[in-house]
């Protein structure tokens, strides 16, 4: 008869095998949490080893994913594809087990972890991904969406404080089918947390709203047992079940301390560890048939998927255009008719000419857009009348309703890592809005959508010191530039109407990676361009105007967003002069770097000695462009509070300024 204790053992061997093998790890956690991890899933979770992506599964997040071998190694014993000889490349290159939980490289893992918190935040997400989708498509019997997220998270994800805004909003919103278990070991990289880590959480949770089952004793499995009955059996808070454990389990000379955290246990702890385990085999990677079969999740995963496609498959008998839509939404395929009614509204604002903000001009497009795409699931940081991030089909979720937008009040970083999770799980399109300056807060979650390269569609308006009177704290200078060199994440400024839609269509085209909508907060008068530019613009760069007096061009300017407007007046002026200019539109450098060189070479004539560059920002990230002799107007100091009129002319950003400097430069290079 084999123990439960037993069962978790395998866990903790795997684990301290795989570090040993790695000469890299974390034991301290995997050891610690493997009694709970046995009870939930072998007696809770609802999986499916053969079919990773079903889509009604239970969902479950490691947040503190240093832990990463744990849940590597219960996905080996339930029968994932992920053999021995893949825990034995633990942290290896090229492997199925990085060092931390990767969801685009390991099958079974739900979201990407490793910076703490945020995959407790990615947990929310899901949580409300699975009660608004559940209020779109469940009817009376027929509930195919119905599954619980699951999240394990230790002293260091909720000592982040972006557990403090994700907890808050979910106790707000009353999700009852999100559980959460707290691995209270007491011990950090640091040591004993008592001298930085003395919160009450049983208070801190119950004043969000959530439901406490404290004291649970994290290596007892009916202790841990009963306290999942217990959390299941409340509806209408999300639970924290507060598990003391005991972290390097089982290591005789090592376990309770903070050397057991973040290092390998060694060959002699190792092996002390299994004499102390009562573990009879001494081979590393050796686990027997018996335990094998316990824990082996295959056959039970098959029955529940087989009962979940024998109600989907009566309800599609029952509620046919439920059944396609659903299916279309979780698969994330786009539907035909919204192609061509963006294409459509792409075409009439050619001819718009009228002064808007491209932040109303991203409203007007959410109206056409929003209607078509019943996925789209918005949200803000409290900033939903200046984003505007709202269309006239919005509704807000609440504490018992649900809709297709998410007040998330002020809290960018947790509002962008819930994003992330609401993409994770399926079903939805993700935006999520706030003012471009406070993308720092939100940075290592967009960083971590374009690491997954999953939709997430961020929004970021009032995008420079054209914002106004508020000043250099709310005046974005370097932001963008900060965004242009995150790897995968493409980064759009549109100049008005047509470039605002166009970007829109692409973000929402793409299917590998997040995009980010840089948008103004002032007017800005729209270009009349002809419909055979469409095409040049969806390549990130292309050529707005050009000067026909010459057959050699002098120089090249080159804008993004609302400087467009004022360099198409230096390009008039300058033709005026005599000069013979191409003017460039460049709303998405990434995706002009991905064009064929040919035409690239078109655009920026890598021949013309003078290229200058227009954007209210840094302006070292232009010189790949324009070269050690071009020039850039940029910004490369704070702003300062003023009318937007006036910071522009007094940073430069004028006429008269750009074409003097332009005719001294080009002077100067003739002689």
Not at 246 to 265: A, D, R
Not at 390 to 403: E, Q
Not at 476 to 486: A, D, K
Not at 623 to 640: L, P, R
């Amino acid at each position: 008869m084999i123990s439960r204790r037993e069962l978790a053992n395998a866990i903790r061997i795997l684990s301290i095998d795989s570090i040993e093998e790695s000469k890299s790890g974390h034991p301290g956690a995997p050891m610690g949490m493997a009694d709970i991890a046995e009870v939930l899933w072998r007696c809770f979770l609802r999986h499916n080893p053969n079919n990773p992506k079903w889509f009604d599964r239970d969902r479950f997040v490691l947040s503190n994913g240093h832990g990463s071998i744990l849940l590597y190694s219960i996905l080996h014993l339930t029968g994932y594809d992920l053999s021995i000889e893949d825990l034995k490349k633990f942290r290896k290159l090229d492997s199925k087990t990085p060092g931390h939980p990767e969801s685009f490289q390991t099958i079974g893992v739900e979201t990407t972890t490793g910076p703490l918190g945020q995959g407790l935040a990615a947990a929310v997400g899901m949580a409300i991904a699975e009660r608004t989708l559940s209020a779109n498509f469940n009817k009376k019997g027929f509930n195919i969406v119905d599954h619980y997220t699951w999240v394990f998270v230790g002293d260091g994800c909720l000592m982040e404080g972006i557990s403090h805004e994700v907890c808050s909003l979910a106790g707000t919103l009353q999700l009852g089918k999100l559980i959460v278990f707290y691995d209270r070991n007491n011990i950090s990289i640091d040591g004993n947390v008592d001298s930085w880590f003395t919160d009450n959480t049983r208070k801190r949770f119950s004043a969000y709203n959530w439901h406490v089952v404290d004291s649970v004793d994290g290596h007892n499995s009916d202790s841990i047992f009963n306290a999942i009955v217990l959390a299941k059996s409340e509806k209408n808070r999300p639970s924290i079940i507060i598990c003391d454990t005991t972290i390097g389990f089982g290591s005789p000379n090592k376990s309770g301390k903070e050397i057991c955290h973040g290092s390998p246990l060694g060959t002699l702890e190792v092996e002390l560890t299994r004499k102390k385990l009562n573990w009879e085999n001494t081979n590393s990677f050796e686990i027997s048939n018996d335990i094998y079969k316990k824990w082996d999740a295959t056959k039970r995963g098959a029955r529940l998927e087989e009962d979940w496609n024998n109600l989907i498959n009566s309800y599609k008998k029952k509620y046919p255009f439920l059944y396609d839509e659903y299916i279309r939404r979780m698969k994330g395929i786009i539907p035909i008719n919204f192609i061509n009614s963006i294409n459509k509204f792409i075409i009439s604002t050619t001819s718009n000419t009228e002064k808007v903000a491209t932040r109303k001009s991203s409203q007007n497009t959410l109206e056409i857009i929003g209607p078509l795409l019943p996925e789209l699931f918005g949200g803000s940081a409290d900033l939903s009348p200046s984003n505007l991030t709202m269309w006239s089909g919005s509704k807000s979720i609440k504490k018992f309703s649900t809709g297709n937008y998410i007040h998330f009040g002020v809290r960018e970083f947790g509002m962008t890592a819930i994003g992330n999770g609401i993409s994770n799980h399926g079903g939805f399109i993700p935006y999520t809005s706030t003012f471009l300056i406070f993308v720092e807060y939100a940075k290592n979650a967009v960083r971590m959508a374009a690491l997954m390269k999953i939709k997430h569609i961020f929004i970021y308006t009032h995008d420079s010191i054209g914002l106004g009177e508020d000043g250099p704290t709310h005046q974005p200078i370097e932001q963008i530039t900060s965004l242009r060199i995150v790897p995968n994440l493409s980064v759009w400024r549109p100049c008005g109407a047509l470039e605002t839609a166009i970007a829109w269509k692409y973000a929402l085209n793409r299917s590998d990676g997040p995009t980010a909508l840089i948008l103004s907060r002032q007017d800005i008068t729209n270009h009349s361009i002809n419909e055979s530019k469409i095409k040049d613009i969806i390549r990130g760069g292309y050529i707005l105007a050009k000067t026909r007096k010459k057959k050699t061009i002098d120089l090249i300017l080159i804008a993004t967003g609302s400087e467009v407007e004022l360099s198409y007046k230096v390009f008039l002026k300058l033709e005026q002069l005599g000069f013979s200019v191409q003017m460039v539109s460049m709303p998405c450098c990434d995706v002009f770097d991905n064009q064929d060189e040919e035409y690239k070479r078109s655009v920026i004539l890598p021949n013309v000695v003078q290229r200058v560059v227009i954007e209210a920002g840094v302006s070292n990230f232009w010189y790949k462009y324009i070269g050690i002799h071009g020039i850039c107007f940029g910004i490369d100091k704070f702003g300062e509070s003023g009318s937007a009129e006036c910071l522009f002319s007094k940073f430069g950003f004028t006429v008269e300024n750009i074409v003097k400097k332009i005719n001294n430069l080009y002077i100067v290079s003739s002689i």
